[in-house]
């Protein structure tokens, strides 16, 4: 019995811990995107169009529902891959001789960086198509909406 409620409390801590860091991820990707993006800015905000593609419905908002999942595991990869390789360098300029070999680490090291830089391109072209397909979808919705009450 005592294992059930342990393995309950890992996964409850692991759920809200990846909640946290889903939060975080987001919002630590979107205010570098925002400082440093040369992308012009919609016209319409985007969680209008969101809100709008959502209400309506079908293949559409399921798509997108789809890829905004996408985007959240790849941003989160990214922080989670940045922490690691933070941890490592700290590991590293703190190791003790009885610990792993620098040598390792290092490679390790250099690992996690190299996946955090290709993760964060993976994450930003997600975002990308994001965008694109969120704008066209958007334009749809209002036609539709358009066409029903111009028929009407």
Not at 6 to 15: E, S
Not at 72 to 79: H, K
Not at 88 to 103: F, H, I, N
Request: aromatic share 8%; charged share 20%.
């Amino acid at each position: 019995m005592s294992g059930n409620l342990a393995t309950l409390v890992i996964i409850t801590l692991a759920y809200t811990l990846g909640v946290l860091i889903d939060r975080l991820a987001d919002s630590a990707v979107v205010t570098v995107e925002r400082r440093f993006s040369r992308r012009p800015q919609a016209p319409t905000p985007y969680e209008t169009m969101r809100l709008h593609v959502l209400a309506s419905g079908g293949d559409l908002s399921e798509y997108l529902q789809y890829m905004r999942s996408r985007l959240r595991i790849a941003r989160s990869t990214v922080l989670n891959l940045a922490l690691s390789a933070l941890a490592l360098a700290l590991l590293l300029q703190t190791r003790r001789d009885d610990g792993p070999p620098a040598s390792i680490l290092a490679v390790v090291l250099y690992a996690c960086l190299f996946a955090t830089i290709v993760t964060y391109w993976v994450a930003w072209r997600i975002s990308e198509t994001y965008d694109k397909r969120l704008t066209t979808a958007y334009t749809e919705v209002l036609g539709r909406r358009a066409s029903v009450a111009t028929n009407s």
